[in-house]
C-alpha cells in the first residue's frame, strides 16, 4: 500500500496556511457560467479519516451527469497533511483529494465537494482551493451551513434562500461582508436543505441546478454518497495493515472505522 505524504512546502502551521489561502483567493474564476447541467461528467470527491494511525483516505467517483452512472472511481490513502483547525480543512485533505482525481483515466468533469467554496470564512473553502489547483469547474456541497445563516427556507425541493453572513463580519479584503456567498437548497420535500457554494469556474445559480440533478432520490447527491462510500471502504482497507501513530495507544485487532471530518465550528 502505497502511502502519499504531503508535499515538503506544505503549510506546517495556521499562520502559513492562511497566508497561502490569501494568496490563492484572488486567482478564483466566479464569472464562467460552467458545464450544463445533466451534460457531460461529473466527480464526487470525499474523503475519511483515521487519526491513531494517522492516515487520510480519498476517493474520486465519476458519474455520467445523464444517467447518474459511474463511469471511473479511484482512491488514494495519505498522512493527515495538517492539524485539525476550523476553516483550514483543506490543507489536511489536498494531497490525498488530488492524488485520487490524478489516479482517474478520463478528466473528471464538474467536480463537487462535500465541503465550501466560498461560503467560507476567508471565502476560499476546499472547493475554491481545490478549482483553482487544478482548473476544474468546483462547486461545495456542505451538511451545515459554517458561520452562515439564512431567512426561512420553504419546504418543497427545489427551494432556497441565500447565505450570508452575520451581522458584523467582514470580507477578507476589510469590507463589510453582504454577499450572497451560497445558497440553502431544499433537494428533497421537507427534509433538510444542502448549502451549496461556488467553488472554481461556476455560476452560483448553476451549481444549485446540478445540485438538483444529482439528488433524485436522497438529500444528498449522489456524487458525495457514492464517494462516501468509496473512501470508507478505502480507509478500513489501509488500516489493517497500517500501524497506529506512535504514541496513540493499541487499537483493537483488525481495521478502524472510518471517521469522516468533524463539522466545523465557527473560527
Known sequence: MKIIEAPADWPADAARARAVQDGLRARVILDEPGPPPGTGLVTGVDVAYDDE???????????????????????????????YVPGLLAFRELPAVLA?????????????????????????????????????????VA????????????????????????????????????????????TQR????????????????NACAHVLRLTPDYRLPETT???DRLCRQALAAATVSAAPRPGSGSPPTGAA??????????E
Open 257 to 266: 472505522p472510518a471517521a469522516h471530518r468533524p463539522s466545523p465550528p465557527p
Open 53 to 83: 494511525r494517522d492516515l487520510v483516505a480519498a476517493a474520486a467517483v465519476v458519474l455520467d451527469a445523464g444517467t447518474l452512472a459511474v463511469v471511473a472511481e479511484a482512491t488514494a490513502v495519505g498522512r493527515i497533511a495538517f492539524p
Open 143 to 186: 451538511k451545515n451551513p459554517f458561520v452562515f445563516s439564512h431567512d426561512a427556507l420553504g419546504a418543497e425541493r427545489g427551494d432556497t434562500a441565500a447565505l450570508r453572513a452575520p451581522a458584523g463580519d467582514r470580507r477578507p479584503d476589510g469590507e463589510a461582508a453582504d454577499e450572497e456567498v451560497g445558497r440553502a437548497l431544499r
Open 225 to 227: 454518497r457514492r464517494a
Open 190 to 205: 421537507g427534509v433538510k436543505p444542502v448549502y451549496v457554494s461556488v467553488g472554481h469556474r461556476v455560476g452560483l445559480d
Open 100 to 140: 485520487a482525481l490524478e489516479s482517474l483515466p478520463s478528466d473528471p468533469g464538474l467536480v463537487v465537494c462535500d465541503g465550501y467554496g466560498r461560503a467560507h470564512p476567508r471565502r476560499f473553502g476546499l472547493a475554491s482551493h481545490l478549482g483553482v489547483l487544478t482548473g476544474l469547474p468546483v462547486i461545495g
